[in-house]
């Protein structure tokens, strides 16, 4: 039996956050949402308290990253994530307002596997964010390392 896949959503603005969640949740997926405003918090997290990432062995996660954030880049977070044994095979879809093409490009090349731009227009963006969500609901999320 495979385990529901917790959505890790790291986003620094409240609205965008909001916006994300309510729309993932329209869309039909209910799994664990568990939002952090900050990359200090965040992986914390995920790395756990011995900074290794091996609290989240064997644990599906999906992550959902900002690359604008207000205490680090997410550039430097996706690069951990991808390095780690424990986390590497964890997607990560990264939502941003950073449009531009060396920075996407970076971000693919770090193992980011879907990078979307939010756009200022809500009405667009709140679409793009309902096809996530469906996107959640197809995709199988495999487990960390063992």
């Known amino acids: 039996?495979?385990?529901?896949?917790t959505i890790i959503m790291i986003e620094d603005d409240e609205g965008h956050a909001r916006?994300?969640?309510?729309?993932i949740r329209r869309s039909g997926v209910?799994?664990?949402?568990?939002?952090?405003?900050n990359g200090t918090?965040?992986?914390?997290?995920?790395?756990?308290?011995?900074?290794?990432?091996?609290?989240h062995k064997g644990n599906a996660l999906l992550i959902l990253l900002d690359l604008n954030l207000p205490d680090?880049?997410?550039?430097d977070i996706l690069r951990r994530i991808k390095e780690?044994?424990?986390?590497?095979?964890s997607p990560v879809v990264v939502l941003t307002t950073t449009d531009d093409s060396q920075e996407i490009k970076?971000?693919?090349e770090l193992g980011c596997n879907v990078y979307i731009t939010k756009p200022v227009n809500y009405e667009n963006?709140?679409?793009?964010?309902r096809q996530l969500g469906l996107f959640f609901s197809v995709i199988q999320i495999p487990a960390a390392a063992t």
């Not at 039996?1 to 896949?5: F, I, L, N, W």
């Not at 918090?41 to 609290?55: E, H, I, N, S």
């Open 84 to 89: 780690n044994r424990y986390l590497k095979a």
């Open 106 to 108: 970076r971000c693919y």
């Open 1 to 5: 039996m495979t385990q529901p896949v």
């Open 125 to 129: 963006f709140a679409n793009a964010i």
């Open 30 to 37: 209910n799994n664990p949402i568990v939002p952090f405003a």
């Open 72 to 75: 680090m880049t997410g550039i």
């Open 19 to 23: 916006l994300i969640e309510r729309n």
């Open 41 to 55: 918090d965040a992986t914390k997290y995920l790395f756990g308290a011995d900074g290794t990432g091996m609290a």
